[in-house]
T-cell receptor, first 116, second 113 residues
Framework: AQTVTQSQPEMSVQEAETVTLSCTYD???????LFWYKQPPSRQMILVIR??????QNATENRFSVNFQKAAKSFSLKISDSQLGDAAMYFC?????????????FGTGTRLTIIP | NAGVTQTPKFQVLKTGQSMTLQCAQD?????MSWYRQDPGMGLRLIHY???????DQGEVPNGYNVSRSTTEDFPLRLLSAAPSQTSVYFC????????????FGPGTRLTVT
């Protein structure tokens, strides 16, 4: 079974600075997808960024980028130019590429605080 | 286009009571699932469905039943509520392909006393 580990329960960053959230995972599969979800105080789960394991190029979405190290099974999220609206819980998630196994396996989350 | 809707948003139950959490989506998604979120544990999969008439268990299925009679609806039933089922419940849907985004509902906060 796959597992996802987020070892930083809480992180804080000054507004406009850069912060990196860590995520490691364990799997025996070679093809899979990795996701970062944001959960603000409203409780809504919002997809931030997605990475396909077969792609070597790291995904980027505006101020959000990932550092995907497949051999190390590491998938960190970098937030540049942090904004107050980035304050939220961030969850790393794994999904198999095998048909019929679409479930998401989540890490325990990192609470990000933005310091004005 | 309402996306994924869940009702109710909040619910308080007494131990032993039963209830159904409703989930509906209007995106014609084949895949639907239920997760529970507990402090310090992330989201854990309860049950999922890959299409109408097909359901399967996730990681933490005990105490919950599901059915999928239509593509749109995927209700979650608590048969006899227990305090351990106090949690926030999320319904999600997607097209069913591995790379597809899962769309989450707003969640239901359930308290069992």
């Amino acid at each position: 079974a796959q597992t996802v580990t987020q070892s930083q329960p809480e992180m804080s960053v000054q507004e406009a600075e850069t912060v990196t959230l860590s995520c490691t995972y364990d799997t025996s599969e070679s093809d899979y997808y990795l996701f970062w979800y944001k959960q603000p105080p409203s409780r809504q789960m919002i997809l931030v960024i997605r990475q396909e394991a077969y792609k070597q190029q790291n995904a980027t979405e505006n101020r959000f980028s990932v550092n995907f190290q497949k051999a190390a099974k590491s998938f960190s999220l970098k937030i540049s130019d942090s904004q107050l609206g980035d304050a939220a819980m961030y969850f790393c998630a794994y999904r198999s590429a095998n048909f019929g196994n679409e479930k998401l396996t989540f890490g325990t989350g990192t609470r990000l605080t933005i310091i004005p | 286009n309402a996306g994924v809707t869940q009702t109710p948003k909040f619910q308080v139950l007494k131990t032993g009571q039963s209830m159904t959490l409703q989930c509906a989506q209007d995106m014609n998604h084949e895949y639907m699932s239920w997760y529970r979120q507990d402090p310090g544990m992330g989201l854990r999969l309860i049950h999922y469905s890959v299409g109408a008439g097909i359901t399967d268990q996730g990681e933490v299925p005990n105490g919950y039943n599901v059915s999928r009679s239509t593509t749109e609806d995927f209700p979650l039933r608590l048969l006899s509520a227990a305090p351990s089922q106090t949690s926030v419940y999320f319904c999600a849907s997607s097209t069913g392909t591995a790379q597809a985004e899962q769309y989450f509902g707003p969640g239901t906060r359930l308290t069992v006393t």
